[in-house]
Structure formats: C-alpha cells, structure tokens
C-alpha cells in the first residue's frame, strides 16, 4: 500500500490513503482514531482522493502558466526600475572590459557566486577552504561542502562556455547543466512524489508531477527564452519570469536552486547584457530570503489573477539585478585598481624580469604556490620561490605554511572580497522534499 499522509480532522491522527480505486475514481480511506489510549480503524465515508491529496495534503495547487503570460506586466514603475537596472548593468559591463585578462574575474566571481549559491542550499564554507581546496593543500581535510562549491564554480564555467558555443540556452544545456552539478544523468523528474516544504515540514507547494506536464512546461519555457519574437518585453524583466516559472516547473529531483540561478546570469550572457558571467543575484537573495520566498509563493497561492503578484516579484528581481550590478562595479573597480598597484609595486622590484604573468598569478590565484608560478612563468622552480618571496618582503603577500609546503596569498585581493558583505542569517528556509510514503504508526 503506498500511504499519503493527510492533514488532522479534530481529533483523528493523520490517516492513510488505500490508492486501490473503483471504476469511479474513489477511494475507501482506513480512518485511525483515538479512544481509550487505544488505536481503533474505521472504515470512513468514501470521498475523493484528489480533493484531499492536493488541497491538504501537497499544498495548494498552482497551475503553470503557459508563457507569455496573458497580461501586461510594464507598468510603469517596473519601466522606472528597469531602466535603473539596464544602467547598472551596461556600467558593470564596460568597467568588466578595462580588465586586460577575462579569465581573472570569471575566476574570481564565479567562485564567490558558488560560495553565496551554494549557502542558500545550507551548503557552507569558507573564503580559506576553497582556496587552500584549489591549491591543493590540505586536500585530505577538503570538507563535502567545500567540494560541492567548487563543483557548482565548474558547472557555472561549463555552462558559460555551451551558451557561448551554442548562442542560446536550451533543454539540453540546461539538463547538461544539472547534470554536472549534482553528478547523476536522472534528467527531468519521471517519478510522482516532489513537493516543497519549508523549515517546519510542512507543504507549501507541490510542482507538477507527471514527466508528461514538466516536459511541456519546460518545451515552453525553452522558446520562452530563445524566441524574443514570442514576447518583445525587455530581457530584464523576462528573466524574472523565467527564474520563477523554473522553479515553479521545478523539473529536476535535486539542484533546481542552483541551476535556475545559474540560468539567470547565462540568460544575461546570450542576450549580450553582460560579455561575462559575472552578475549573481544569490548574495542579495541571501540577504532578503524571506521577501524571496513570501514572493514566489504569493503568485502560487494567488493562482488566478496574480497580476499584483507578479508586478511585486518582478520589481523585486530588477531591484536586485540593480543591487547586484552596483556593488559587483565597485568590486571589479577595486580588482582593476589594486591591479594597477601591484603593477607599479612590482615593475621596479623586478625590473627586465617583470612579465604580465607575474601580475596574472596573483589575481588568478589569490592563493598561490611555487608550484604554480614556475607553470605560469615557465621557471625553474628556485626562480619561482625566489619570485615569490621578494613579493613577501615587499609585503604583496603573506606566506603561510601547512605541513611542509608554503602557499603564498594575495591578502589584499582576499581583504576586498570579504569587506564585499557577508550574507545575512537564513530565514524561512524552503527544502526540497520526496514524498515519505513511511507509515506513521
């Protein structure tokens, strides 16, 4: 018998459904009661079972929108605020450009989008433990978390470079994308049973369950961001409906979170917003997580006429695509300019010696060792350590030692990623659940 747990009436303890239907569709419920300290079974009225699984049970139903949605959604206010957010992202996107070497702030931001990405999945580590993970000290003390954070910088990279090869950002992509994230090929959901539930346990929305219902969702939603003939509203703004209509399809059995999220910054890539994959809204949504949630489940529990609902989520994306653009401008000009200080450090220290490479090194790898300056200078590895310690004594880096190996940090660098912003404490935190079939008795 699979059971599904039903919501109490008074006095009756959860109670179980025998899915063994008649011709008619209806189900006979086993009804367990309390009397005398004792478990009595009565066999109840017959009712219908859908009425009881969806509205009690899996939480209230939401019907997925086929997309474009069927109302206007540029109200002016949103139109202020989009302009407000096209701005600061046209802004982030030539101050990106003044920097000489690309892969230094895909290498530097992705990996501080995998951290803030990844804590919103409880997933935490620290600033030290990635960078000593990527340096490879330690590596026996690497925690789980910390491995899951470089994977998810990985699939990020990975991702940046199918959108690039392909122009746009399909199905298959964004299967490949989960794939590589959570390491199995499950594809979309085949199997009934996922639902959302929030930090008491308890069911605030169930996704559709058939494969037959998420694979049209997602076929929509493919066009929905590949064809801008389908909808001609600006990019910004059908980014925010994408982002919830994903995680309201949510069609993958784990990584949905951050696969959407990393759909966000791929979408901004192929509409040519950014060059670069270098704008994560997981920070800001760190720091308003209940606004972000209370958000995406007003539009679901609204259901009908949820034009409000989705003027308030809308504004709410634009302003942290605003946000986000602003502050990450400010980081990449502090990159740019500490760059150009260590530059003017290092040129007379090292005189006819001074190469790019050197420069590169640092910001690269805001951990480094001798091991990877004698790789990217082509050196012997005395050259290398000689390097690196006459960056020491002129106090660009600090050395420490783990075991008998020195690493060598970019104290400044890693002083402007942390002065960034810490995200704020968790608030309502919604976890993905499969269905608990486990009798309660």
């Not at 990020?156 to 959570?182: C, P």
């Not at 494969?211 to 997602?218: G, K, Q, S, V, Y």
């Not at 690196?388 to 402007?416: C, F, P, S, T």
Request: net charge neutral; hydrophobic share 40%; glycine share 4%.
């Amino acid at each position: 018998m699979e059971n599904i747990t039903v919501i109490p009436i008074g006095r009756c303890c959860p109670f179980f459904l025998d899915k063994k239907t008649s011709k008619s569709g209806i189900i006979r419920v086993l009804l367990l009661t309390f009397a005398t300290g004792k478990i009595h079974i009565t066999l109840s009225e017959e009712f219908e079972y859908q009425a009881i699984s969806r509205e009690m049970d899996m939480g209230k139903s939401y019907s997925i929108p086929t997309l474009p949605l069927a109302f206007d959604v540029e109200s002016k206010e949103i139109l202020r605020q989009v302009n407000k957010a096209n701005r600061a992202l046209a802004e982030l996107k030539g101050i990106a450009a003044t920097i000489p070497n690309e892969a230094i702030l895909i290498s530097s931001l992705t990996l501080q989008e995998a951290k803030d990405s990844s804590e919103i999945e409880n997933i935490v580590t620290t600033q030290d433990d990635l960078y000593k993970a990527e340096i490879d000290v330690g590596k026996q003390l690497i925690t789980a978390a910390t491995k899951e954070v470089l994977r998810y910088r990985e699939t990020l990279q990975l991702g940046f470079q199918l959108v690039k090869e392909d122009a746009q950002l399909s199905n298959k992509i964004v299967k490949k994308i989960q794939m590589y994230l959570v390491g199995n090929q499950a594809g979309f959901r085949s199997q009934a049973g996922t639902m959302l539930k929030n930090g008491q346990g308890e069911t605030v929305y169930t996704p559709p369950q058939s494969r037959d219902d998420i694979e049209r969702a997602m076929a929509n939603l493919e066009a929905f961001i590949n064809r801008p003939e389908m909808c001609e509203i600006d990019p910004l703004i059908k980014m925010a409906i994408i982002h919830h209509q994903f995680e309201s399809i949510h069609p993958f059995y784990d990584g949905n979170g951050r696969t959407g999220r990393i759909i966000n910054v791929l979408y901004l890539v192929i509409n040519r917003l950014l060059d670069l994959p270098i704008l994560y809204l997981s920070r800001y949504i760190t720091q308003n997580e209940s606004q972000y949630y209370s958000l995406i489940q007003a539009i679901r529990d609204k259901g009908e006429e949820n034009s409000r609902e989705w003027q308030e989520w809308i504004l709410f994306i634009l302003k942290g695509v605003e946000q986000t653009a602003l502050d990450t401008t400010r980081l990449v000009q502090g990159i740019s300019a500490l760059m150009q200080r260590h530059k003017q450090t290092l040129r007379p220290l090292f005189g006819k010696n001074y190469r790019h490479e050197l420069l590169n090194n640092l910001f690269y790898h805001p951990y480094t060792k001798i091991e990877f300056m004698q790789r990217d200078l082509m050196v012997q590895r005395k050259t290398a350590a000689k390097y690196l310690n006459v960056m020491v004594e002129a106090k660009v880096l600090v050395v420490v030692k783990i075991g008998r190996e020195n690493y060598y940090i970019n104290h400044a660098l890693m002083d402007l990623f942390l002065n960034q912003g810490s995200a704020l404490p968790r608030q309502d935190e919604i976890i993905e659940s499969e269905t608990d079939n486990q009798s309660l008795l």
